[in-house]
């Protein structure tokens, strides 16, 4: 099946919301201590008004990875600092997939996306942070040419 990445727009605030709220902690639920911590961090990061306001930030895109239906989204920061200098670049602070689509080679398609799009922008630094307990990530990065620190 196609994937088509799409960047999102503010009528796509439900979306990525949905899709945060059921992505998010089928892969990261077990890293938290509780049910209540966790639905935290999830409404400070994909409640309706908080991803609204994300939409509108001028350095600030968010993208839609689509088949026949929604199926994982990123979040990308253009102009971050990089940390500990005084260099700017694109930060990928988000990359989820639904699990039902892994093993499909979406998320590599999703990541190239990024790195093309970085790398088209004259951008001389792009990265991401990845939890240490994300087993998938750390396999993923080294297959696909990028150091890990």
Do not use: C
């Not at 099946?1 to 009528?11: D, E």
């Not at 930030?57 to 102009?79: I, L, Q």
């Not at 990845?130 to 087993?135: D, G, I, S, T």
């Not at 998938?136 to 620190?149: I, Q």
């Amino acid at each position: 099946m196609t994937l088509r990445i799409r960047q999102a727009t503010g009528a796509d605030s439900t979306l990525l919301s949905e899709l945060g709220y059921r992505i998010y902690p089928a892969h990261f639920q077990h890293l938290w201590v509780s049910d209540a911590e966790m639905k935290d961090f999830l409404d400070g990061e994909y409640a309706l008004s908080v991803l609204e306001q994300s939409l509108k930030e001028n350095a600030v895109s968010w993208y839609v990875a689509e088949t026949d239906r929604p199926v994982g989204f990123m979040k990308v920061t253009w102009e971050a600092l990089l940390p500990e200098t005084d260099k700017k670049g694109v930060l990928l602070n988000k990359l989820y997939l639904d699990p039902a689509e892994t093993g499909k080679n979406y998320g590599q398609m999703m990541f190239n996306s990024i790195t093309d799009m970085a790398r088209s922008g004259g951008k001389d630094y792009f990265w991401l942070e990845v939890l240490e307990q994300n087993a998938g990530a750390y396999r993923f990065l080294p297959e696909a040419g990028h150091a890990l620190r």
